[in-house]
Structure formats: structure tokens, C-alpha cells
């Protein structure tokens, strides 16, 4: 009986260790973090162990182009054509040529680039670590806006959540952990050296959001900027003699501060330019308080935007020409209008746009961009980005249905042009956004086939279209404009008409949002009494 006691309380204590007793078994690191090959580190990025691995030649420490573009920095810009590392700070275009030894900043390795660490922490804020066995680099990067707690008692991090999970390593009571995700006992935590695990709730504090103090001095971009709202319209140049007529134009309009001439266009992939420009446009255009803002665009249909873009010289050409031909006549800013831009353009596109920045900047050159409404399509315009190194980004807020369009339907209905404010605010300044609004409309025409096809009226040609088919103009609330519809000759025509009140609704946007004021497209399009409208909400 004592026998059968004694094994009993020896299965129910070999039960409770089994069971309460925390494993102390060491997580074997090779196994987490993977084995490296030769030459190799492993790569943890904040809280990610990545696949990607970073790479070494003698005592550097490099990471792939791609990755760094990714989480890091994109603005190391590869310029495949002469071999070499740009990187365009907000005054200077820095450039760090390859080599393929691996004893410098760019290291070009099996057709890979590669950036040594240290080079990327030159221009980046993060920190990192080298650790052996296995060979592995640590880099945080993120230090504002971190969720944390603190350990209060001497602990284990784990690899998985539960006391019998090995022992990934250990920490200290006062430890700071990043606190990534909590599960009902346990919380997944990163310590600071790159584990990656679970601690028990018990053990932490409350969870807190921090910003580390940094030493990291970057070069701020400034921007010239006006003190009023912008007010500007785009002027259609397809000639130099259109330029005579600015007088013409402009003769009632009331409030307009920018006018934007359509004056170069790209004609080749040099970056050689098309020029409509003319000093005498611009003294005009100063007597009448109007700032210019000459505007270049990518319309040549023949010519690639992208094989343009893609070139440093061709970048250059471009640039150094607007800078010239700003002095020589007085512009006062740069409209770049780059449209349909490809995937693939994105980065070069972006790049032209920094380096474009610096020579602006330098001559006192307002530069702003325009953008279709954001779509997943689009993202590769990078407003982000765009909005830390222009001074204006421009929403084109219309064309929601185009000439090409499958089907008829409004240029720019409320919601279109609300939900293209609302994305675009997300990722830029209010106070830097200008958003356009369409002086025209597209008639459309159905033709018994099914066929679609439409032309662009001005405010008053649209009127015309109304009384001379005796139609009538009823509100659409759903898109805030008039629609009229008319069947003629067994076609059918539709119009969702921009006039005063369609387009003060659009200006009560602008004001709801705070931007930075509004474009128009086009000048001529619109009729006098638009003009005071406009100006109710930018004045």
C-alpha cells in the first residue's frame, strides 16, 4: 500500500512539472533564423525576419537595391546607363559610381546592385547590428509611433506562446519590448536585437505608443509657396501666335493669380523639348497680377515617356532647358503635366521630379505636378512622395468618364472628386493640394448600335445644345450637376452639365478640406460669372 502511495505521489508530481514547470530547453537560433550560405547574413528588419538576405564582401555588410528602395529609402535611384548610385538630396544630385570588387558604396554583383549598410545609413535614420552564429544584421528603422512595454520581473522570450516552448533568450526587468500582437496569456514582442517571440502578459506592463529620441540630422526640403489660395487656370497654347491672345482671354476674368501656359512638350527621348513660349506673354501676364507657370507635357504620342525618363542625360536635358528658358522670359514656376504614365516610368518618373525640384528651388521656381484622381492603377505616381518634394500636387479631378469612355456618364460627379480629395489628403499635406475642376462638358452621343462616342462643349455651347433641342435640364442630386438628355435622328444624347452651381459645389469641397486652392481646365471653356463664383472660396 505505502509502495502504491509513494508511485502515485511521484506520477502526480512528474504530471504537475510536466504540466506547470517552464521548459528552460534553448531554441537552437540556427534552426530560427535559418542557415545563411557562405558570404550571406541573415536579414531582420524591425520586426521581420526577411527572406532576403543581406550580403558581405571583407568587413561591409551590403543590401540589395530592391530591398533597400522597399522598406528603407527609395530615393537610391539605380542609373543603369552610366553605373551608378543617384541620390537626389533636397540641393544637390549626389552620384556614387558601382564597382564590381565590393569595396565600395554600390556594389554590382552577378548583374545584382547592392548598397553597403553604412552608406544607406548616411541618408536614412536606422540603426544596426551584427551579430554570429548564425551571421545575421539587425536594423530598426522605425522610432516614431511605437507600440512598447516594459518587463517588470526577469523573463524568457519564447518562440512560440506557452511555458514548454524553447527559450529563444532572456530579459531583464526595466527591458523595452516592442509589442506586436496579444493573445489571451501571451504577447508577441521583438527585443531590440532582433527576437522575434512570445513573453507571458503577467510579466509586461501596460502597452504604451513612443517616439525615441534620434540624433539623425536629414536635409529638409522648403517650398515656395504662396501666401494666398491658388487660384490658377490652364491656357491651351497650340501655336505661338495663341499667345497673342492673352488679353483676349482674360478679359472677364476676375480673381485668377496663376495662369499655366501649355508651352513644351518632349520631342524625342533626348529630353529635347518643344517650346510655345513667350516673354511678352509674360510681362502681359505680370501687368495683370497673374503669376506663370509655364507647363510641359509628354503628349507626342510617338515618343516613350518612360526610355525618356529612364536616362540621366535625357532628365537633364529637360531640366536644364526650363531653368534656361524660365530666366530668359521670367517665368515664375514649372507645371509638369505627365500623363498616362506606365508601371514602369514610375521611378524614373519620380527621380525627374527630384532632381527637376533641386534646379527649381535654386532659381526660385514654384514646381507643381498634376495627377489623375488616385486609382490602384495609379499608384506608381507616388503622391506621397511627390508631396515631400514639390511644392504643389494637383489633382486633374475630372475625366471620370473620357472621350474614350465604353459608356456616357459625368466628367467629375461630387463623389469622384470628394473621394479623389479624400485619397489624395491621406497621402499629402491639404495646404500643398490644389484640386482641378472642369470647365467643359462632354456631350455624349448613343447611336442605335450601341456606339459611343461624345465631343467637349464650354459652358456656353452646352447651354446652346439645350435650347436648340428644346430640352430640359433636371437636377441630379447623386452627382450635383443638370443632366439633360435628347433623342434625335434615332441616336440618343446625354449631358451631365459643370456650370455655376455644379461647380460651387465642387469649391465647397475645397474649402471643406482646406487645400491649397484650385486649377481649372480650361481657360475659354467657362463663362464670367464662374469667376465669381470661384472666387467666394479663395478669396
Same mark, same amino acid.
Given at each position: 500500500?505505502?509502495?502504491?502511495?509513494?508511485?502515485?505521489?511521484?506520477?502526480?508530481?512528474?504530471?504537475?512539472? &510536466?504540466?506547470? $514547470?517552464?521548459?528552460?530547453? /534553448?531554441?537552437?537560433?540556427?534552426?530560427?533564423?535559418? /542557415?545563411?550560405?557562405?558570404?550571406?547574413?541573415?536579414?531582420?528588419?524591425?520586426?521581420?525576419?526577411?527572406?532576403?538576405?543581406?550580403?558581405?564582401?571583407?568587413?561591409?555588410?551590403?543590401?540589395?537595391?530592391?530591398?533597400?528602395?522597399?522598406?528603407?529609402?527609395?530615393?537610391?535611384?539605380?542609373?543603369?546607363?552610366?553605373?551608378?548610385?543617384?541620390?537626389? %538630396?533636397?540641393? &544637390?544630385?549626389e552620384k556614387f559610381p558601382a564597382s564590381e570588387a565590393g569595396d565600395g558604396e554600390v556594389w554590382v554583383r552577378d548583374g545584382k546592385v547592392y548598397l553597403s549598410l553604412s552608406f544607406v545609413q548616411k541618408y536614412t535614420d536606422l540603426d544596426f547590428y551584427e551579430y554570429q552564429e548564425p551571421a545575421r544584421v539587425v536594423i530598426r528603422h522605425e522610432f516614431t509611433g511605437v507600440n +512598447?512595454?516594459?518587463?517588470?520581473?526577469?523573463? !524568457?522570450?519564447?518562440?512560440?506562446?506557452?511555458?514548454?516552448?524553447?527559450?529563444?533568450?532572456? +530579459?531583464?526587468?526595466?527591458?523595452?519590448?516592442?509589442?506586436?500582437?496579444?493573445?489571451?496569456?501571451?504577447?508577441?514582442?521583438? %527585443?531590440?536585437?532582433?527576437? $522575434?517571440?512570445?513573453? /507571458?502578459?503577467?510579466?509586461? &506592463?501596460?502597452?504604451?505608443?513612443?517616439?525615441?529620441?534620434?540624433?539623425?540630422?536629414?536635409?529638409?526640403?522648403?517650398?515656395?509657396?504662396?501666401?494666398?489660395?491658388?487660384?490658377?487656370?490652364?491656357?491651351?497654347?497650340?501655336? %505661338?501666335?495663341?499667345?497673342?491672345?492673352?488679353?483676349?482671354?482674360?478679359?472677364? +476674368?476676375?480673381?485668377?493669380?496663376?495662369? &499655366?501656359?501649355?508651352?513644351?512638350?518632349?520631342?524625342?527621348?533626348?529630353?529635347?523639348?518643344?517650346?510655345?513660349?513667350?516673354?511678352?506673354?509674360?510681362?502681359?501676364?505680370? /501687368?495683370?497680377?497673374?503669376?506663370?507657370?509655364?507647363?510641359?507635357?509628354?503628349?507626342?504620342?510617338e515618343i516613350s515617356t518612360t526610355e525618356t525618363l529612364s536616362q540621366l542625360s535625357s532628365r537633364q536635358n529637360i531640366i536644364q532647358y526650363l531653368i534656361q528658358r524660365a530666366a530668359e522670359i521670367g517665368m515664375d514656376g514649372i507645371n509638369v503635366d505627365f500623363e498616362t504614365l506606365s508601371e514602369d516610368a514610375g521611378?524614373?518618373?519620380?527621380?525627374?521630379?527630384?532632381?527637376?525640384?533641386?534646379?527649381?528651388?535654386?532659381?526660385?521656381?514654384?514646381? !507643381?505636378?498634376?495627377?489623375? +484622381?488616385?486609382?490602384?492603377?495609379?499608384?506608381?505616381?507616388?503622391?506621397?512622395?511627390?508631396?515631400?518634394?514639390?511644392?504643389?500636387?494637383?489633382?486633374?479631378?475630372?475625366?471620370e468618364h473620357y472621350a474614350g469612355s465604353a459608356e456616357a456618364g459625368s466628367v467629375a460627379s461630387i463623389n469622384f472628386v470628394e473621394e479623389g480629395i479624400k485619397q489624395t489628403v491621406e497621402q499629402v499635406p491639404a495646404n500643398k493640394i490644389i484640386n482641378a475642376v472642369p470647365f467643359y462638358t462632354r456631350f455624349w452621343k448613343t447611336d442605335p448600335d450601341g456606339t459611343v462616342s461624345s465631343e467637349a462643349l464650354g459652358m456656353n455651347a452646352a447651354d446652346e445644345k439645350v435650347a436648340n433641342n428644346n430640352a430640359e435640364k433636371v437636377w441630379d442630386d447623386t452627382t450635383k450637376q443638370y443632366y439633360v438628355e435628347i433623342d434625335y435622328n434615332g441616336s440618343f444624347y446625354q449631358m451631365w452639365m459643370e456650370e455655376e452651381t455644379s461647380i460651387e459645389d465642387k469649391m465647397q469641397l475645397i474649402k471643406q478640406y482646406d487645400l491649397a486652392g484650385v486649377a481649372s481646365w480650361r481657360l475659354g471653356y467657362e463663362r464670367a460669372s464662374i469667376w465669381d463664383v470661384i472666387l467666394k472660396y479663395v478669396n
Open positions: 500500500g505505502i509502495l502504491i502511495l509513494v508511485l502515485a505521489v511521484a506520477g502526480i508530481g512528474i504530471h504537475i512539472i &510536466s504540466k506547470y $514547470i517552464p521548459s528552460k530547453e /534553448q531554441m537552437n537560433l540556427t534552426e530560427y533564423y535559418g /542557415q545563411p550560405a557562405e558570404g550571406e547574413m541573415v536579414l531582420v528588419l524591425g520586426t521581420d525576419i526577411m527572406e532576403t538576405k543581406a550580403v558581405t564582401s571583407g568587413d561591409r555588410v551590403y543590401l540589395p537595391l530592391d530591398m533597400v528602395n522597399t522598406y528603407l529609402n527609395q530615393r537610391y535611384y539605380w542609373d543603369s546607363g552610366n553605373q551608378q548610385i543617384l541620390y537626389a %538630396t533636397p540641393s &544637390s544630385l +512598447v512595454a516594459t518587463v517588470k520581473k526577469d523573463t !524568457s522570450i519564447r518562440y512560440r506562446g506557452g511555458i514548454k516552448s524553447p527559450v529563444l533568450t532572456e +530579459v531583464k526587468k526595466g527591458d523595452t519590448l516592442i509589442y506586436m500582437q496579444a493573445l489571451e496569456d501571451w504577447v508577441q514582442v521583438s %527585443t531590440m536585437d532582433g527576437y $522575434i517571440g512570445y513573453v /507571458q502578459k503577467k510579466v509586461l &506592463s501596460d502597452m504604451e505608443t513612443t517616439d525615441f529620441e534620434r540624433d539623425f540630422e536629414k536635409e529638409d526640403y522648403t517650398y515656395l509657396t504662396m501666401e494666398d489660395k491658388v487660384n490658377m487656370t490652364w491656357h491651351q497654347i497650340t501655336n %505661338t501666335d495663341a499667345n497673342a491672345y492673352l488679353g483676349d482671354m482674360t478679359a472677364n +476674368v476676375s480673381g485668377l493669380n496663376v495662369i &499655366s501656359p501649355t508651352w513644351f512638350y518632349i520631342q524625342d527621348t533626348a529630353g529635347n523639348l518643344g517650346d510655345l513660349s513667350s516673354a511678352d506673354y509674360v510681362a502681359q501676364a505680370h /501687368q495683370k497680377g497673374l503669376k506663370v507657370w509655364g507647363l510641359v507635357d509628354n503628349f507626342t504620342a521611378p524614373h518618373f519620380l527621380e525627374f521630379l527630384r532632381e527637376l525640384s533641386i534646379e527649381c528651388h535654386k532659381n526660385n521656381l514654384v514646381l !507643381s505636378v498634376d495627377n489623375p +484622381v488616385p486609382e490602384d492603377f495609379t499608384s506608381h505616381y507616388d503622391r506621397r512622395e511627390q508631396g515631400l518634394v514639390v511644392d504643389y500636387v494637383v489633382i486633374m479631378g475630372y475625366d
